[in-house]
């Protein structure tokens, strides 16, 4: 455990300042880049939607796949230390997707920023957890969450704006806040790392396969037809890869991902959760988008300022989760039932007649809500069994579920919707959201607290602290 009376508190301050710096950054260029799809798609007018999807999910899949690992690398060699080497890639990134003269460098420069943003958000929150008690660690989460809720909320308007003068500057827009945040961590003390062995890499690009296969097999499923070879040569592929993957994770001796983890009943099914939870998330994060653009015809600047009302929203309700008695998992079930009210509302009421007011406005406030207060409880109750020297690895597996969560979703949605132009060909993924926020709330539902131990991590102290056997290394 980390010896509170000796870290100052300016230093406290700098690192909550570079860590809420760096997820604002990892959330950032996926807000910016939604409303931003219309103005990149003018710049590549041969691609089909489901090649413009991978600018997501090239991005999200390398952000999945690399994220535990990653967490695993920071208990090895220090989160501090690749945190900053994050830093630096996320910025190497950034600037590669600004300058890209083809579509084809762009999913690239997308997949070099998930790598940078896999290497920093789990080592970011441990960082936090690691140097501040445990009491304090919901409002660490919280605080966390809520900074990614702030890229969210600012995403849309600054992607909207940007992408009207020239939408390279939604990538250029990341230098100086990494900048920012590497200049932060200079008074932060360096981490003790764990001794363990580098992970298995292959096991690394067997997990990114098999999610890629699958998120191909479901956007081109409605383009091949479910009796293209084609399409069940990529559902094998996927399962092929992830039995491969996890059958490596159970017998090689530094495994990509501990699964022994997932013997903690309430972190695997807060990992479940997080996973369906997020499908309607995507959904609504970049159906929302594209609805004001394409069905109600707004520009991507005020497209930008309407959307916004629900990351806001989402702010809010992670502070506000943060600081509540509540349970954990009954944050987690109240956030997934105001996403069921969001989805519901849409699906009845929301088509391209329906005013912006209530409809639309009233959804983005419920959906927003609901993502702020669910992540913050699916994260808190998800770590709250786990030993201190192990939140990256373990944050990081959380994390991994939510991104496989929201690339599928990207792709359910462009499979229900592709581009569409009318209210109608949007229902189907207002309905998908609805029944994600079910999923999310059933999963909260299930999650009990570890015996011995009281309900929520703000609750836990240090003496339940017991390092699962299969965690050692």
Not at 32 to 38: G, T
Not at 70 to 86: E, N, V
Not at 405 to 433: C, H, N, R
């Amino acid at each position: 455990m980390a010896n509170f009376s000796k870290a100052s508190l300016n230093a406290r301050r700098w690192l909550l300042a570079a860590a809420l710096a760096a997820s604002v950054l990892a959330s950032l260029d996926l807000f910016v880049v939604n409303l931003a799809f219309a103005s990149i798609s003018a710049s590549f007018p041969t691609a089909t939607p489901q090649t413009m999807s991978w600018i997501l999910n090239a991005y999200g899949i390398t952000f999945a796949a690399l994220l535990v690992p990653a967490g695993r690398l920071a208990d090895r060699f220090g989160a501090l230390r690749l945190f900053r080497a994050g830093l630096g890639l996320f910025t190497l990134g950034s600037l590669l997707a600004a300058l890209a003269p083809g579509i084809g460098l762009l999913i690239f420069s997308r997949g070099m920023q998930g790598l940078g943003a896999a290497m920093v958000v789990p080592t970011s929150l441990a960082l936090l957890l690691a140097r501040h008690p445990r009491g304090q660690h919901k409002r660490m989460v919280s605080l966390w969450g809520a900074s990614g809720s702030v890229a969210a909320a600012a995403g849309p308007v600054l992607g909207g704006l940007l992408s009207e003068h020239d939408w390279r500057w939604i990538f250029l827009v990341n230098v100086p806040l990494a900048a920012f945040a590497l200049l932060s961590t200079r008074r932060v003390e360096k981490d003790r790392p764990v001794a363990s062995k580098t992970p298995d890499l292959l096991g690394v690009a067997l997990l990114a396969l098999g999610i890629g296969a699958l998120v191909t097999a479901l956007s081109y499923a409605s383009d091949w037809g479910m009796s293209s070879p084609w399409l069940w040569f990529a559902v094998a592929v996927s399962g092929g890869a992830a039995a491969w993957f996890i059958r490596r994770c159970r017998v090689h001796d530094a495994p990509a991902m501990d699964l022994g983890v997932f013997r903690e009943r309430t972190f695997s099914v807060a990992a479940l959760g997080m996973a369906g939870f997020y499908v309607g998330f995507a959904v609504m994060l970049l159906g929302g988008s594209l609805f004001l653009t394409h069905v109600q015809g707004w520009s991507p600047t005020v497209a930008g300022l309407g959307f916004a009302v629900g990351p806001g929203t989402a702010v809010v309700a992670a502070l506000a989760a943060g600081r509540t008695s509540l349970a954990p998992r009954w944050l987690a079930a109240l956030g997934g039932a105001f996403f069921v009210a969001g989805g519901t509302l849409w699906y009845f009421l929301l088509d391209g007649q329906s005013p912006y007011f209530p409809v639309f406005f009233v959804g983005l406030i419920l959906t927003g809500a609901g993502a702020g207060i669910a992540q913050t409880g699916f994260l808190s109750a998800g770590v709250g069994g786990l030993h201190a020297e192990f939140y990256a690895a373990g944050t990081g597996a959380l994390n991994t579920s939510r991104q496989i969560g929201s690339a599928l979703g990207v792709a359910v949605l462009i499979v229900l919707t592709g581009a569409g132009t009318d209210g109608s060909s949007y229902q189907a993924a207002w309905l998908v959201m609805a029944c994600a926020g079910f999923a999310g709330t059933l999963s909260a539902l299930l999650m009990r607290p570890r015996p011995g131990r009281r309900e929520g991590v703000e609750n836990a102290g240090t003496a339940a602290d017991v390092r699962p056997a299969t965690m050692a290394h």
